[in-house]
């Protein structure tokens, strides 16, 4: 059964700063969020990775490069992993966008939202779930796939694969440098895990592909 690794970038300064980023270029990684993608090189560099994907956004890639840099594996890009589409939105305070009539919706029934000129969540999780099952198609049964991207994007694709109703998908959580588990087949998945935050043992989810060389456990 493929397993795919959906990793939550670190953090930002933008993200600190309480903006909705979008699709916003130039947003690099913190002096955390640098530590949150060196933590997951180190929990996760011990697996024998098929691959690794990220979003373009530089955020994204700054998450997934040391990981790559540990395995000596190329990260593949893919605009489609790219953050929710939140057109007009994006730069704008979330303390503002809380006290629109629009924020309940967001929250409540974020199934019947759309972004200003941007996307629908409906959109959104489809675009994201069309693009992971193709990343599983390519790389075959056996296959252990990093994919490095955003948070409400993994959110709504956890919802889909475990057969939740898109508007249930604000009640899940993953944090900045986070890694979500998920074991998936035609028809059906298994959630390993949500939100793991290092250091963690892989090991309680998949077993080591080889010892690690400097003799930790």
């Known amino acids: 059964m493929p397993t795919l690794l959906l990793i939550r970038h670190g953090e930002n300064d933008y993200f600190k700063s309480n903006k909705m980023p979008g699709r916003s270029p130039g947003i690099h990684l913190n002096a955390r969020g640098r530590e949150q993608a060196a933590a997951l090189a180190e929990a996760l560099g011990r697996l024998a990775l098929t691959a690794i994907y990220s979003s373009p956004l530089e955020r994204a890639l700054e998450t997934a490069q040391p990981l790559a840099d540990a395995l000596g594996l190329q990260v593949q890009t893919s605009p489609d992993l790219m953050d929710t589409d939140v057109g007009a939105w994006a730069g704008r305070s979330w303390k503002m966008l809380r006290r629109t009539k629009a ?78 588990v998920l074991h998936v087949e035609t028809g059906r998945a298994q959630l390993a895990a949500l939100n793991l935050i290092p250091p963690f043992r892989p090991e309680a989810y998949f077993p080591p592909a080889h010892p690690d060389p400097k003799g930790r456990h």
Do not use: M
């Open 103 to 180: 924020w309940r919706v967001i929250q409540e029934t974020p199934s019947q939202f759309r972004f200003p000129g941007g996307e629908s969540f409906v959109e959104c999780q489809a675009r994201i779930v069309a693009t992971l099952q193709e990343i599983v198609n390519t790389h075959g049964n056996d296959a252990l796939v990093a994919v490095v991207f955003h948070a409400d994007p993994i959110k709504l694709a956890v919802a889909h694969f475990l057969g939740l109703p898109l508007d249930s998908f604000q009640r899940l959580s993953v944090a900045p440098g986070s890694v979500s």
